[in-house]
């Protein structure tokens, strides 16, 4: 239920919209219902009457009918107080109509032989004279009839027409309001990731996240603009039908009121049953958006090691359980779908039949052909909404799974997006005893401590685990230290919002991460904030038109989704001249040049140099050779700085970092 009131909750966001369109649905239904009741009363009234008692009157009228030689009129339209000669019926024996010249007690079982007439009742008997009516007498019967049943005819179109216009105007109102209400769903769903903490895209793969945005936002879509459409049409047309069953005849209404207590049981059956299965279903769907999405990343490796055919059968045990699921959900939905609908249907039209006939025969209160038609008639219209509501299960489930997979993204505590801006600050970095562990468990940093400060460059090194990039996660706030602080200009960075911490932070990562564009985009990143002679600045400062100077469209070359068409260096001298435009206080380089070749290096370096002059600089480096001119190298092992000072220094002691760059570079330096 809590799932059913989250998603009225964003319905609710809209209720002006979705109020006025079932205010006209309403209206539609209530036009449309009324058509049976007018068949009814051209049946009942300007049809079959005819079959009432006439009285032979002195003259014309209005309503009254010349028979051979007499003027006669229907009991039900002479006013009151008019005086009328002997009262004659008109009944119907079979597919004839007979003149009885006396008014008739009862009705029914009647038969003719030898121009009479025998009608029976329960104890009685009675024979009279009767005359055929030829086809033109008959239709002199009818004539005064034909006036009203043109009216109500046209009333009957007329109602169609204001019902298809509602009709078409609820839905209109129902599907737009849907769609905002998912376009704000999915809005949300979007600026929740972009406030969900680092940790979160660490343990949970990048494809079901994408699963989550799409997939299950979709079925979702399916509920507001599918689902709730066809219960709230379905729920107010058979309020609407049942308040016309009882208006017609109680007794009948109360056998179709079974239909709801078997409805209800319907749907609860059908939950315990598909719900389970719905569940398996979106796992699986996330699981193998999740397996697509590492595939076409990894294509260049599973081609490398032939591992096509392995991967092809782990996708298609993935597949195959979906499917195998899906069937299982088919077979359910098969079986309460239209089908039991069906079954239902002819089981009331049975129960229908059996009591009309049971009150035809023993006289009971006898039941019109009006209302008879229209009986059938609603009862037809009655399941139309009940079908409707059932075929409609499945997106029901499928959407309260899907729901609950959208909310519990959006429930993840995530960090508030501040706007404004903070004062540049100088850059003074302080490590104080900072211990960190990811888990809670297993420490990745103990007690380290260090100070870099304005224009200084600060590397890192050690073996991979041994902590260093965590250091780097921690003064960009990506996480938050266990215990001891970090300080920026002598200031607690959990002070102030992480966005104005970043504000003034730039990185180059070691596969630098390039977005659908140009190379002008990607080193403005669309901010307004920098300019186009800003871009240009960067780039020609960072060296980059030794590298890409030779491109066609310039600084407007097409950037294709992580610049694939671009090399490693060309893409790393774009990262630089990223980090160089913004101006950050604070740069980290992580592991910057590890994957470019000698003479890239070279130009990356005197990058290096102009990205790092003026602000506070930390390299993490594998390649020692890349950071001799460092102010500050710390040697990191298991967590715990073991070594630090400057190359020299380092060297001179013989420690850690004299081993590590022995092995790097040989003995002979």
């Given at each position: 239920?809590r ?18 369109a ?25 049809i ?11 003259g ?16 039900d ?40 007439l ?23 019967f009818?004539?005064?009839e034909?006036?009203?049943l ?13 019902s ?7 839905k ?19 600026a ?31 509920f ?32 179709t009121m ?27 769907l996330?699981?193998i958006?999740a ?9 260049p ?13 782990e ?9 195998n ?21 002819n ?36 399941f ?13 489930e499928q ?13 993840n505590?995530?960090?508030?997006v ?53 250091i ?52 403005s ?14 780039l ?16 407007n ?14 893409r ?28 890239t ?34 040697v990191?092992e298991?967590?715990r700085?073991?070594e ?26």
């Amino acid at each position: 239920m809590r799932i059913m009131r989250r998603l009225t909750q964003y319905a609710l966001l809209y209720k002006r919209s979705i109020l006025l369109a079932l205010l006209m649905l309403t209206v539609a239904v209530a036009a449309d219902l009324t058509g049976p009741f007018i068949a009814k009363t051209m049946i009942d009234r300007h049809i079959v009457g005819i079959e009432r008692t006439w009285y032979e009157m002195p003259g014309k009228g209005t309503h009254v009918v010349l028979f051979r030689g007499h003027f006669y009129e229907r009991s039900d339209t002479v006013a009151l107080g008019t005086k009328h000669g002997a009262a004659v019926t008109l009944i119907q024996v079979g597919q004839n109509f007979y003149f009885v010249p006396q008014a008739l007690p009862y009705t029914t079982n009647p038969t003719v032989s030898n121009g009479k007439l025998t009608v029976r009742a329960q104890h009685a008997t009675l024979t009279v004279p009767v005359v055929q009516l030829t086809p033109r007498e008959l239709f002199a019967f009818y004539r005064p009839e034909i006036p009203a049943l043109w009216r109500l005819a046209g009333l009957y179109f007329s109602l169609l027409i204001v019902s298809a216009g509602f009709t078409y105007g609820q839905k209109y109102l129902l599907q737009v309001s849907a769609n905002r209400v998912m376009q704000k769903m999915r809005q949300d769903v979007f600026a929740h990731i972009q406030r969900l903490p680092i940790r979160y895209f660490d343990n949970t793969s990048s494809g079901k996240i994408v699963s989550r945005i799409t997939n299950d936002t979709e079925a979702i879509r399916d509920f507001y603009v599918t689902v709730l459409a066809s219960v709230f049409s379905g729920v107010i047309n058979m309020v609407g039908i049942y308040i016309a069953l009882f208006v017609l005849d109680i007794s009948l209404a109360l056998i179709t009121m079974l239909l709801i207590p078997l409805l209800a049981m319907w749907i609860l059956l059908y939950r315990k049953y598909a719900a389970d299965i719905n569940r398996k279903i979106r796992s699986l769907l996330s699981e193998i958006n999740a397996s697509i999405n590492e595939i076409i990343s990894g294509v260049p490796i599973i081609r490398a090691f032939n591992r096509e055919e392995r991967t092809l059968a782990e996708f298609e045990t993935l597949n195959d359980s979906f499917l195998n699921h899906q069937t299982r959900l088919l077979a359910i939905n098969s079986a309460s779908g239209y089908n039991l609908t069906s079954v239902l249907r002819n089981i009331f039209f049975i129960a229908l039949l059996s009591y009309f006939g049971w009150r035809y025969f023993h006289l009971t209160g006898l039941i019109s052909f009006g209302t008879l038609y229209a009986y059938v008639d609603y009862l037809n219209r009655l399941f139309q909404p009940v079908t409707g509501i059932v075929n409609q299960l499945a997106n029901l489930e499928q959407a309260r799974v899907s729901a609950r997979r959208v909310f519990e993204l959006l429930d993840n505590p995530g960090v508030d997006v501040v706007d404004g801006t903070m004062p540049r600050y100088r850059g003074d970095v302080e490590f104080r005893d900072v211990y960190f562990s990811y888990d809670g468990d297993k420490p990745v940093l103990s007690g380290v401590s260090f100070t870099a400060r304005k224009g200084q460059t600060v590397a890192v090194v050690g073996h991979t685990g041994s902590g260093k990039s965590s250091i780097m996660n921690l003064l960009f706030r990506f996480y938050d230290a266990t215990s001891g602080s970090i300080t920026i200009d002598g200031q607690d960075i959990r002070q102030f919002p992480a966005q104005f911490l970043r504000q003034y932070m730039g990185i180059v990562l070691q596969d630098p991460f390039l977005f659908t564009g140009t190379i002008a985009s990607n080193v403005s990143l669309n901010d307004d904030r920098v300019s186009r002679n800003d871009i240009e600045r960067a780039l020609r400062d960072v060296g980059a038109a030794r590298l890409m100077g030779h491109l066609e469209h310039g600084w407007n070359e097409p950037v294709m989704e992580k610049g694939s068409t671009l090399s490693t260096g060309q893409r790393q001298i774009i990262s630089f001249a990223r980090a160089l435009a913004f101006d950050p206080a604070i740069l980290v380089l992580d592991e910057a040049t590890s994957n470019v070749d000698t003479e890239t290096e070279s130009v990356i370096q005197e990058a290096l140099d102009v990205v790092k002059r003026g602000r506070t600089t930390f390299i993490i480096a594998h390649r020692l050779s890349t950071i001799r001119n460092a102010d500050l190298i710390l040697v990191l092992e298991k967590g715990r700085i073991v070594e630090r000072g400057t190359h020299e220094q380092l060297m001179e002691a013989k420690g850690r970092y004299y081993q590590m760059y022995q092995l790097q570079i040989g003995s002979a330096v």
